[in-house]
């Protein structure tokens, strides 16, 4: 187990859950990404993860790592949407396969493309499969993923027993950037007793009252990334997050 993984299972040992920031260099200069990580860290995140659109590449990614790693000392994970949104400098990388797209590329394609370059750069892996659930948002359309029905926990269930047995430890249950409405409670329930793997839920979490009900569901990670976009008082709207994250299993 590398250090940031161990990071990450200590911090949920402890706390109950952990908060992840989601920022894509995309939106904003490298600079602005830097600050937006200070005041992510200032409020009690407990790491960053950096992607998520097919622009996030090349010297744009390059540089917003670095701005990052300048302003925080929390782990920088790469969550790329392509074998191009790889970079020497982070921490990490969540190494994701699409498990319900109907395109191999985003199944093994881009992973075996960006393998030879993660080992050659020796980036820490934490293996996991990435699960569109309804209604999916860009995501889905671009990963031309076969959404999870909100409906239907037991195909969500289904998913993630698959990657447990296939040995990804990490399993990312995503409604799609801002979406309207988030994983169902119900199906995060359902995954978290069925499985042993780490619970990651994101996509439309805009309230920390939302966040609460999936970490007592049994998420162990929570990610939000919109919602710190278009926060007038960043620092205060993260806080209030994570300070709600973390105390969640103990209320």
Not at 224 to 247: C, P, Q, W, Y
């Amino acid at each position: 187990m590398g250090k940031v993984e161990k990071r990450l299972l200590d911090t949920i040992a402890r706390n109950g859950a952990a908060h992840l920031t989601l920022i894509d260099p995309a939106k904003q200069s490298p600079k602005i990404a830097g600050e937006i990580a200070s005041d992510a860290a200032a409020a009690g995140s407990d790491g960053i993860m950096v992607g998520g659109s097919t622009r996030a590449v090349g010297e744009l990614l390059d540089d917003t790592i670095l701005e990052i790693k300048k302003a925080v000392d929390l782990p920088a994970i790469l969550f790329p949407a392509s074998e191009a949104g790889i970079s020497r400098h982070a921490d990490a990388i969540f190494f994701m396969s699409m498990l319900n797209s109907r395109d191999p590329y985003f199944i093994t394609g881009a992973q075996r493309r960006g393998a030879p370059l993660v080992k050659k750069l020796g980036l820490e892996i934490l293996p996991m499969a990435y699960l569109l659930v309804e209604p999916g948002g860009a995501a889905g359309r671009v990963g031309k993923a076969d959404l999870i029905p909100r409906t239907k926990p037991e195909l969500a269930v289904a998913y993630a027993l698959a990657a447990q047995y296939l040995g990804m430890r990490f399993v990312y249950l995503e409604a799609g950037s801002g979406a309207e409405q988030p994983v169902p409670v119900g199906m995060v329930r359902a995954v978290r007793k069925a499985t042993q793997v780490t619970l990651i839920v994101g996509g439309g979490i805009k309230t920390p009252e939302v966040a609460v009900e999936r970490v007592k569901a049994g998420a162990d990670i929570i990610v939000t990334g919109t919602l710190v976009e278009h926060a007038k008082d960043r620092v205060a709207k993260i806080r209030e997050m994570a300070k709600a994250i973390k105390s969640a299993r103990g209320a």
